[in-house]
Each structure stands twice: as C-alpha cells, then as structure tokens.
C-alpha cells in the first residue's frame, strides 16, 4: 500500500503540535515523545511511544491529531494516566459502536458536504447501538434495518464499511454482493416522461409565474428540484451561452450545466428570475423538494402538471443523449457518474430516439 498520502497528513498534523508527535508504525499510527515512566519502572520521565490502535489512513490521521492534542492536554496539566492510553491502544477503552459512530460522525463532517453528510450518513451512524463495534454487529444491523436491492441496503453497507475502515475492523462481510443485495436504482418508464413538445404547452398553462419559472428551469436545465431554489447562481442564465453554476455546498459541489434546448431559456423567460414565495432557508433539500412537488402537482386542480416534477430532469437526461452530448458531459453536468447515467438512462431511449442519434452520428461523418 501507498502511505505517501498518509504521511504527507501526519507531516501537517504535527505542524500544530508541541509536545509529541504521530508517527506511522508500519500500518497503525502511535505517538512520539517524552512520557511519564509507567508504573514500577525507574526515572520519572522517557521518550518513547504510545501506540494508539488507528489504522493508517487520512481520516486515522485526523483521529490521531485529536488524540494527541489530548495527550498534551494532559501532560501539561499533570493529568497523564497510563491504563486510559494503554487501554485505547488495545481496543479496550470501552467505545461502542454508537462511540464509534459519532467519532466518524465528526470526521465525515470536516470532509464531504452537509447535504451528502445528511443524506447518506447521518442516519445510519446514528443507528449504531451501545454495543462492541463487530463485523457481526454490523452484519445484524444491515440485514435487519433494509430490504435487499433498496437503496438504504446499498447506502448502509456503503456508511459502516467506511466505519470499519475508520476503526480498523476487518468487513469482508460487507464486501459480498449479498450484503447489498442487487441494489439498482429505481427505474422508470419512457412514457411517464413529457416530450418536448409537451413540455412547452404544460408551461404556457400555468399562471403562476413562480412555479412557472421553476417550471422552465428544470426542464431547460435539468436541475434536482431542490437545486432550483436553494443552489444555483441564476446571474449568468442570459449569457451569450446560458451556462449556470451550482454553489459548492450542492451535493455534487460546484457544476456548470448548459441550458438544452437553448432556446427554451428564451422561450421560457428564464433570465427574468421569478421565485415562489418560499422560505427557501427555514427547509432542507428533501423538504425543498417536497415544496416543489406540491406547488406544481397538488396546490391548485386546474393548474396541476401531469408528472412528477423529477421527470422533467430524466427528460433533460435522454434528450442531451438524442441531441449528441457524450455520456461524459452530460453526467458531469447533471451532477452524477458516468456508470449511473447510463444505467439509469439508456435503458429508457426509444426507438425514435435511437433512429435520431444514429441519423445525427452518420451527418457528423467519420472525421473528429
């Protein structure tokens, strides 16, 4: 294995420390410096080192840092008591899985985005209970809180194998393909989507002319519904391009995306920024997203649209495919990998579809 990155974190980690040192010891991290001799031996002091039972990886490292700012704490304030360290180091300090749990809580949360901290981990480290932290534990708890090929199976497995990684316990269990159990996200169907033509007449009836701007932008950009409102900079949408940008606290972080078709931005007014009248900043995503699906489908009979508002992101998704747009591009600009784009998308492109692609591929002629 490659330690170079791990060192390079040990190397500034110690840059704000006084008193002692983390030092890799072949794959654990431990602590160098001048400690209180244990009990029953001669001297009162020596410089030695104290293992600490953190596997070395850069998340380790910020565990190892914490711990050695403990350290120091105690020595300088004569408080160092040798059972406690010794005791960690052996895996004996008493922590529990929850212990464990709110440890990594704390690490994920200097390193990814709220949103993805919210949305992925928060809840499964939050399950974790006041016991010893085990592959079997684990291995319980996953099989028993989802159901096979869900979502929160794949996303449990995903969280507390990054846990065992964290604590240094082996999860060969959560390796197998029974773990997650075939997970795949859930598909859709080509008809549940508008055409474009669809798309243009269902904006045209609604009045509102909040919800009708969301309306546009989520069809002539492809946005998450919660994007729309919360995580987007609008002040470029009447550029020579039209090319928008995400903030970096999205869940994907900072994204260029551009608007297909161009002339929708047109069509749809999108340049005259007209927002709903939302609190926008007393909800999170989901709740966000909840708004939205409820201002377009169910606050007003007679001006419901006929999908989900979600749909309108999947129709984004095909029509950058029909209109020529690599995978690569199209996922990056949507916020997503290459392996779920297509998976997710190329399943629903029809034979229509199919036929546009191939007359445009064979337009383009051979040459790049």
Known sequence: MDY??????????????????????????ALRGTFPTKPGEP???CRRYVALGIYAHPDGVKVAKAKAQKAESDLNLDKWHWPSWE???????????????????????????????????????????????????????????????????????????????????PATFLDLKGARGGYNPEPFRQEDLPSDDEIEQIWATIRNPGWRWVYGMMATYGLRPHEVLKLVDYTTISTETGVITTRKDTKTGIRNIWPLPDRWRHRFELAEVVLPEIDVESFDNRQLGAKINHGLCHRNKKENIPHKPYALRHAWAIRSAVMGVPDSIAARWMG?????????????????????????????????
């Open 4 to 29: 170079s990155k791990v060192d390079r974190a040990i190397e500034k980690a110690s840059q704000v420390l006084n008193r002692v040192t983390i030092v890799r010891r072949d794959r654990k991290l």
């Open 43 to 45: 001297g009162r002091t």
């Open 87 to 169: 005791g960690a180091a052996a895996g004996g300090d008493g922590r529990t899985a929850a212990d464990w749990g709110k440890e990594f809580a704390k690490v994920k949360q200097g390193n990814i985005q709220p949103v993805s901290f919210e949305s992925n981990y928060a809840e499964p480290l939050a399950a974790l209970p006041g016991k010893p932290l085990t592959e079997e534990l684990l291995r319980s708890l996953i099989l028993s809180r989802h159901p096979a090929k869900s979502w929160g199976r794949n996303n449990d497995c995903m969280v507390y194998k990054a846990l065992c990684k964290f604590a240094g316990i």
């Open 336 to 368: 997503h990998s290459v392996a779920i784009h297509a998976q997710t998308y190329h399943a629903a492109i029809n034979q229509l579809q199919h036929e546009a692609i191939w007359r445009r591929a064979n337009q383009r002629g051979s040459s790049i």
